[in-house]
Each structure stands twice: as C-alpha cells, then as structure tokens.
C-alpha cells in the first residue's frame, strides 16, 4: 500500500518543522497529526512523510529535520521507526533504544536547530 500526503500538508509539515526549529522545540507525532488534520491513516501517512524527508534531508547531507517529532511517552524520543529509517540512510548505527540513541538523538537535535534549510525544500 503506497501512502501519499497531499501537496498542502507536505507544505504544512514542513511549515511546523521550520516554526520548531527556529523556536527550538520538539513536536509529538499527535501533535502534528491534529495540526495538519491528516486523514485516516493519519499516523502511517505522517511517518512515510518523515521518512521522505530524511531521505531528502540525508540525500542532500543535511541534520534529519523529522528528528523533531517525539513520542508523547516519558522517552521524548522519537519511535523506533526513525532510528531504522536513520540508520537505512547511514546517519545512525545501533539500538533505537538506550543510551546510544538517545545521545545521537540530542546531538542530532541540536543540529537541527542550528542549520539553516532552503525554503524550496
């Protein structure tokens, strides 16, 4: 089953991750889900969107804006879904658990925060 996002949530999405970013806050998946009102399979179509992202993100050697999405959870780490995505795209090796993720986490993180991403992106 191929999930798609539509162009305007797309822009949405990337709209909140840039107001995250320049803010230097995370975003709960719930979060974002409620605020672009995706549609049923709101949380699969919201996870294949960040990991498209990584990809761009990875591809053109920049820190994975889909970083700043976290669980709800007491953890304020994002599902393990993103640590395999990262480490599919070279970025991340190891558990998606502990405290090796969560260290790449806050340093990726911090990356984020700190880089400048085109608007055309």
Known sequence: MSLRITRQ??????????????????LTYRALIERLALPTPAMQTLVTALEYLAA???????????????????????????FECASRLN????PSDGQAAASWHAAEV?????????EDV
Request: net charge positive.
């Open 56 to 82: 761009l993100d990875a591809k053109a050697d920049r820190p994975l804006r889909s970083a700043l999405v976290i669980s709800q959870g007491v953890s304020r780490m994002p599902r393990s879904g993103f």
């Open 91 to 94: 970025r991340f090796c190891g």
């Open 9 to 26: 949530s797309w822009q949405a999405l990337l709209t909140e991750l840039e107001s995250a970013r320049k803010s230097r806050h995370l």
């Open 110 to 118: 911090a990356r984020v925060f700190e880089f400048n991403y085109p």
